[in-house]
């Protein structure tokens, strides 16, 4: 089993707050408990669930501004050779900044004594 340290500080400098009863609760701004963490052995451990789903389903035209401009073909083998992410289409739209990157500047003439 992997723990993960929770800074109390952080959390509440972000405006949320902590309330120890029986157990630890993390709640929101209005008051919404987001988080609650059982004691075991001195420590306060938070389940998480083992089925909850992690894949995220993205757009190729999302993807390829999200994975910085990644070519269709990078961005299938990524869906290869990864887990928890779905991209859906086949055919993206013409991006403005990809084709603006692949222009060239002309060279200058060479100058031409005369």
């Known amino acids: 089993m992997t723990n993960t340290l929770i800074s109390a500080h952080s959390i509440t400098q972000q405006g949320y707050r902590i309330v120890i009863e029986n157990d630890m609760h993390i709640e929101s701004k209005e008051g919404k408990t987001i988080l609650t963490a059982k004691m075991h052995d001195g420590l306060y451990y938070v389940r998480t669930g083992r089925h909850?789903?992690?894949?995220?389903?993205?757009?190729?035209?999302?993807?390829?501004?999200?994975?910085?401009h990644a070519s269709d073909e990078r961005l299938k083998n990524l869906q290869k050779s990864t887990t928890g992410i779905e991209i859906t289409g086949s055919e993206r739209q013409f991006c403005d900044i990809c084709a603006q990157n692949k222009s060239r500047r002309h060279a200058f003439p060479e100058e031409r004594r005369t």
Do not use: E, M
């Open 52 to 68: 909850a789903k992690v894949n995220a389903t993205i757009s190729l035209d999302l993807a390829h501004k999200r994975f910085g």
